[in-house]
T-cell receptor, first 110, second 114 residues
């Protein structure tokens, strides 16, 4: 399986944008980039996913590099509720299971 | 609507006992996953069910672990002869079709083996 690399931790001030990076240099052409997050004491929740083009939804934006070897999850205006571990996961239709790495622990500073 | 439901939410058992953990997926979801998360660790894949296909059991750590899914709905994860290292939060997730569709997770069952 193609691997992803994320920083172990990041901090951001409340109400400021947050850019969470993910490297996936061995990504294949059929791999989608998925992001999940896990709030304290909860199961993970889906955030966003994309293949080639940048994607936006109500939670976040996903910026994908032109060569697809990296991507960035963007939280436009962080709130305290966004403090969580964020997981970047590669997934293709032939690999059904979600393989979670260690993720990035995001701390929001009030 | 109802999400993924897991029961019990907490379970304390003695070493050597068998335990059963239950997962009720979202109605209509054909794919079901089990993961476990030890304290302060990441999520470890255990098993995956998709429709009537043979389950992907590649993540089960030993033959003490088994899971079944009856009627394509409710799933039970069974751990026989529990050990202290089995202590973890066991998480279940379901998705509409598996593959690339969004997975919805339950709140988990916290298992403590004493």
């Amino acid at each position: 399986d193609a691997k992803t690399t994320q920083p172990n931790s990041m901090e951001s001030n409340e109400e400021e944008p947050v850019h969470l990076p993910c490297n996936h240099s061995t990504i294949s052409g059929t791999d989608y980039i998925h992001w999940y997050r896990q709030l304290p004491s909860q199961g993970p929740e889906y955030v966003i996913h994309g293949l080639i083009s940048n994607v936006n939804n109500r939670m976040a934006s996903l910026a994908i590099a032109e060569d697809r070897k990296s991507s960035t999850l963007i939280l436009h205006r962080a709130t305290l509720r966004d403090a969580a571990v964020y997981y970047c996961i590669l997934r293709d239709s032939g690999n059904e299971k979600l393989t979670f790495g260690t993720g990035t622990r995001l701390t929001i500073i009030p | 609507g109802a999400g993924v439901s897991q029961s019990p939410s907490n379970k304390v058992t003695e070493k050597g006992k068998d335990v059963e953990l239950r997962c009720d997926p979202i109605s209509g979801h054909t794919a079901l996953y089990w993961y476990r998360q030890s304290l302060g660790q990441g999520l470890e894949f255990l098993i995956y069910f998709q429709g009537n296909s043979a389950p992907d059991k590649s993540g089960l750590p030993s033959d003490r672990f088994s899971a079944e899914r009856t009627g394509g709905s409710v799933s039970t994860l069974t751990i026989q002869r529990t050990q202290q290292e089995d202590s973890a939060v066991y998480l279940c997730a379901s998705s509409l079709r598996g593959g690339l569709t969004e997975a919805f997770f339950g709140q988990g069952t916290r298992l403590t083996v004493v």
